[in-house]
């Protein structure tokens, strides 16, 4: 049954009288189970006060991506440019930029202004239903351009195989992949085991030479979007809060763990779904 992570039905972790500020650069989802709409919901929920520069716009659901629509990369710039010399912005992550264009928008405003703020990077390449997010010719300034700005770098294992040009199918793999990621782009990386087979969903975080498995059982039976999003969302979240990284990766495990236990479910869109070809 299509399902949506329910991050807002979480009781808030961190309660502040002042919260600090966090910024979402990323795509928008119609169905707001994913992208902006799930950052924003993250952010509230663990005590932030969250805003976003829009990067594309998408029309999805939890099971399939309609279409996608792009923004002009100016209007990328001038909204992380403005948000940035307007607010004190404690921690920022970066979710689906969707091009070459996008992407070096946003790298140049966040050049222009980020000092030691951390900055994690969910490198979006592959939606959850398989449609690709990335334009073929980005890749390459994504990497060379946007992750050396990165914290940490949150990659599922298909991101992985990409970024790696090889399959990643076991534990042993991913301590392996995370290590020359990690390596490779110098930044800390935590790489999720979600797509492995089997009733536990292992994630590591590599961090300047220390390796950290952060466990977890599976949920069955829930179709849902927008997990990668949730989890880096609070994984900013935390680090807005000057939690270590380690701290905040387990305090955002907990968190979208909670968020995919208590997901919400219509079975009126299951005949939309039906009803709506799949774009590749």
């Known amino acids: 049954m299509p399902s949506t992570l329910s991050p807002s039905s979480a009781r808030p972790l961190i309660a502040s009288a002042q919260p600090p500020v966090v910024l979402s650069a990323a795509g928008s989802d119609c169905s707001a189970g994913a992208g902006v709409q799930a950052d924003l919901k993250t952010f509230t929920a663990l005590g932030c006060y969250g805003m976003t520069a829009l990067t594309s716009v998408v029309a999805e659901t939890s099971v ?47 050049r222009a202004y980020k000092t030691s ?65 990690a390596e490779r782009y110098g930044c800390a990386i935590l790489l999720k085991g979600g797509h492995l087979e089997g009733s536990h969903v292992p994630d590591i975080l590599h961090e300047n030479g220390q390796v950290d498995w952060l466990e977890g059982n599976r949920i069955e039976g829930v179709n849902t ?51 709506v070809r799949l774009v590749d």
């Open 64 to 110: 399939f991506v309609k279409s996608i629509q792009l923004l002009d990369g100016a209007i990328v710039e001038d909204q992380i440019t403005v948000l940035l010399e307007g607010f004190p912005v404690s921690a920022a992550k970066t979710g689906m930029l969707g091009g070459r264009e996008q992407i070096k928008a946003a790298v140049k405003a966040f």
């Open 117 to 181: 703020m951390p900055m994690v990077v969910d490198p979006v390449m592959i939606a959850t239903s398989g449609a690709s997010l990335l334009e073929p010719d980005a890749v390459e300034v994504m990497t060379n351009e946007l992750f050396p700005l990165a914290t940490v770098l949150t990659p599922n294992l298909d991101e992985a195989a990409a970024l790696l040009g090889h399959k990643i199918s076991s534990r042993e793999g991913m301590e392996d992949s995370a290590a020359k990621l």
């Open 225 to 275: 979007h927008g997990t990668g999003c949730t989890y880096s969302a609070a994984i900013t979240a935390g680090l807005a809060h000057r939690l270590s990284l380690l701290d905040a990766v387990k305090q955002a495990k907990r968190f979208v763990t909670q968020a995919i236990a208590q997901h919400h479910h219509w079975s009126d869109l299951q005949a939309l779904n039906q009803s």
